[in-house]
């Protein structure tokens, strides 16, 4: 059973277009997270929610917009995907306790090129 | 705020060679340390940790002491193998920064290792 799960591993698009990646973890973690790493693997926060509430929204554009249905699942929406928006995005969630706290597991990521 | 400064790379070693990567910090309150690794094509997971003071971290070989009085969280190891080949991220989590009750994590920029046999 993988930890934390994205998809689509993969995501080519036209720019302008609206896409979603889905996250999911089965941890039972509270918090989880939303990165973008570029090509230079600079890994940049982007959202964080805990129980479904968002706590960090990082100077991120209007045209991304996280969803969190359940404590499980914090899914990305990007509409009218530009170039820049090309990268990898990585959902993570965060353990809490012994010896787990503070802990980050990732997802294996989501690659989005737009064209 | 808080910040994480690595060596910037790549790092090119021959099999076998003694590794470090330098990793210090700027924190408010007083952080956990963390490196993680990240293989090609894959997301980041973590290499070890260490919560305070003096402790040391370790694991497959990788060992970090974190050192309050240099801001450091260097990572070392003996004897790098091409398996070894990868990112290393070093990263701290802040008590002082929470928000909502969730820690804000800050991460180094990576550091590239390229073992050659």
Known sequence: DTAVSQTPKYLVTQMGN?????????????????YKQDSKKFLKIMFSYNNKELII????????????PDKAHLNLHINSLELGDSAVYFCAAKGTGVPGANVLTFGAGSRLTVL | GNSVTQMEGPVTLSEEAFLTINCTYTATGYPSLFWY???????????????????????????????????SFHLEKGSVQVSDSAVYFCAL?????????SYIPTFGRGTSLIVHP
């Open chain 1, 18 to 34: 609206d896409k979603s990646i889905k996250c999911e973890q089965n941890l039972g973690h509270d918090t989880m997270y939303w």
């Open chain 1, 57 to 68: 929204n990082e100077t991120v554009p209007n045209r991304f917009s996280p969803k969190s």
């Open chain 2, 37 to 71: 690794v990240q293989y090609p094509g894959e997301g980041l997971q973590l290499l070890l940790k260490a919560t305070k003071a003096d402790d040391k971290g370790s694991n497959k070989g990788f060992e970090a002491t974190y050192r309050k009085e240099t801001t």
């Open chain 2, 93 to 101: 989590s802040d008590p002082a920064l929470s928000s909502g009750g």
